[in-house]
Every structure is written in C-alpha cells, then in structure tokens.
C-alpha cells in the first residue's frame, strides 16, 4: 500500500519497469534520474507513465542541480539509490536537499574498498589484512605478498563493483600479470568498459587494495537500517569461489551454519554497515565464515543487486526496494517472517569460461521446463560480445531463479540449467 501523497527520487543506471513497479508500491509518485543516453519518458511502459517522470543527467553536479530544482517545484519526501554507481550521487543529493538517509562520506567509505578497510579496523570489524598502493609503482604489491603469511593475497580496484579487477595472487609471476591488468582497466574508456565512469583517475594514478585470502562460507546479508534498529531481509549462502576470479555463480537459501553461527555473522554485518557510517538505509555485506569466524570481505550501502530483492520477496514476501522506501519515508522498518524450513530458493547465471561473440544459445526450452524454475531471462543474444572477468564483466548469458523444498533440490536444477543452457562462439575480432 502506497504512503499517500508521497514523492521520491531515485537515482539508477537505466529506465527499469521492476524497480519502478517496486517503488510505486510504496510512493505516488517517483522522479527517476538516469545518466544520458540510458534512456527517457519514451522509453516507459504506459502503465507507469501517469505516475513516473524521467530526467537525464550528465554528471553527478548536474543530477544534484536537477533534483534541487524538482524539489523546488514539488518537494520529495525521499531520495534513495539500489545501483551502486548511484549511491555516491544519491547521498549528495540527499544531503543537499536536507534529507535523512546515506551521507557523502558514509557512501565514500563503501564505495572506496580502502577506506572501508580502515573504517573496519577502527571499529574493531573483524575484516582481512589490508594493503594498498599504486599498480604504476615499481615492485607493485612485492612487499604485500612477502607479509601476506598464507602467501595468497586478493587484489582488486578499490571502487570496482561486478567482481571487475578481483584476482587471487600466489606468486610475483601472477602480481605482475594482476598489475598489468588493473593498469589496463584504469586507462581503458567507456566504449571498452562500461564501468570506465567508476574508476577514472585523472592524475594517471592505478590505486589497488590488497587483502589476505580469507576462506570458508561466503554470506550475502542484506540489512535494513534505521537510525538505532535493524532489520534483517535475507541471508545467501554463495556458491564457493576460490580464484583466480570470483565471478557470480549463484546464491542459495538455506545457508549451511547454525543458528548461533548465523547470529554472529549478521551482528557483525551490522557492525560493519555502522562503521561505514551507515544511519537509515539499506545495506548489503558479504563475509566468509572460516575458522577465525564472520569475516567482513566488503560492504555495500545499497540493496544487494542482480536477483537478490526478487529472492528475497519469493521467500518472506517483504519487497526490499518498497521497504527501503517506506523506510526513508516513514523511518519504520518492516516486520520479516522467518522463512518456513521446507523452502529453498536459489538464484543464479549461466556464465561462459572464455572471450567471444555469440554464434547462438541453445537449450533455453529444456531449462525452462524444469520443476521450480521461476525466472529464465536469455540476457545475451547472437552477436553480442562477451568478455570474462578479470577485465569484463559481460560473461552471463541467462539469470535464472528457482524454487523447491530443499537446498539440494534447487542446487541440483541449477545445475541441470547450466547443464542445457550453452553458448556457441566465435572469436570476436574489432
């Protein structure tokens, strides 16, 4: 049910029907700030036309000129972000027009993997041990790796998002083939890399954050947070990943700890998200469970992206984006039912190993038959270019969401998806 007369801004990478059906369950109305040329008005399903206006913008200083001015004009009531190349415009945006929610330097702090680094060990967050320096430097990450005592280190760029940059490193022979490859994605533009726009660096400087490999079970917990509670939205467990990449597989419900285990892990996500400087909003952490306990591998002060809201509503009914919004509206926090014990649910991709352009996809028919499939979205078609992590992130060619009554029921027809799901390709050349 909507908060009668309400208007919020968002602030998003694209004119997205889900999420404005999700905010306007919650608003009357929604302004959406989109960057230039990621589309308009026209561009908007009809039904969502009489109560959504569409602006572009061309850098963060014109989208918080323009949100000055819809403010003028008609106040909002809220400003929030779900992508997180939008969280540092939003939180600008937000304390510009004097409302509650994510400040410039909390949305700094987790933008910025260093600085959330150096917020966790303040705080006493328990988190890997950092390093950083500059991939244009000389012996770039030698000492890092020599003080690293399990001699595996995990490299990345400090802003980078999708898993772009993320290298597992054993040896000096692969620090320098990882430095290589964080130099290229700092001078690499738009038209190569769509997230260019994140990472630029205008005094030619390679920044990289290096953390100790921490193993055991990877969690995404999504949190809502007022000023002084909390509210749990949901717990995943991730497939494992290992190295040398850390590409999205899929992430599960149920997870595999204890429930005691479980409540230390999501106590310190919170502990994470407030020494962020995180007050009222959503966040969304992910941390390992090994020997040492919760380790915090990076926080985020947005929603968990991809399929994770849609999981999210099929398994306790609460929509995290409308949530969120009667959150920054009301500042109430929503009740979340827990999970019956003969649920699972299970979103995920079907990702390719190598480099290539897209001849065809099969198998879309057989994988959408299975029992408990959900959601089947081809995202790729013939033509397309794809390109595997380190430097893309352009390696999926389906999302997918299925249901059961146990976790080894929902993994096993994930795994029949990708098992039928395959894409044919062929060199890609410019």
Known sequence: MTIPGTRVLAVHSAVAPALLQSLLTAADEVVLLVPAGAGDEASLPPALAARVLVHTYSCTEDAVALAR????????????????GAVEAASLITEALGLPGCSPDAARAARDKSLAAA?????????????????TAPDAGGEAL??????RLVVKMPRSTNSQSVMLVRNRSELAEAMAVIRRLYRTGRRDNRLADLYERPDGSAPVLAQEYVGGVELNIDLLLSEDAHAVLGVFEKHPAVGPTF?????????????????????VAVAATRALGATRGAAHVELRMGERGPVVIEGALRPGGFLTPLAMRRLTGVDPV???TRLMVAGSLPEVPPV????????????????????RITGEA??????GVVLLDVIKKPGDVLVTLPEGTDYHIAAFLVEGGSRSEVEGTAERIRSLLKAELEEATA
């Open 247 to 267: 590409g999205e597989t899929h992430s599960v419900h149920p997870v595999s700890l204890a429930e005691a285990e479980l409540r230390r892990a999501v106590d």
């Open 366 to 371: 057989r994988a959408r038959a299975l029992p």
């Open 146 to 151: 020599e003080q690293c005592a399990e001699g």
């Open 340 to 359: 019956p014990g003969d649920r699972a649910c299970l979103y995920g991709a079907v990702n390719v190993e190598r480099t290539g352009r897209v001849v």
């Open 119 to 135: 917020r966790f060990h303040r705080a006493g967050v328990p988190h890997p041990r950092s390093w950083t320096f500059d991939a």
């Open 69 to 84: 001015k819809q403010h003028g004009a008609a106040p909002f009531d809220a400003v929030l972000a779900v992508w997180e």
């Open 322 to 324: 409308a949530a969120l």
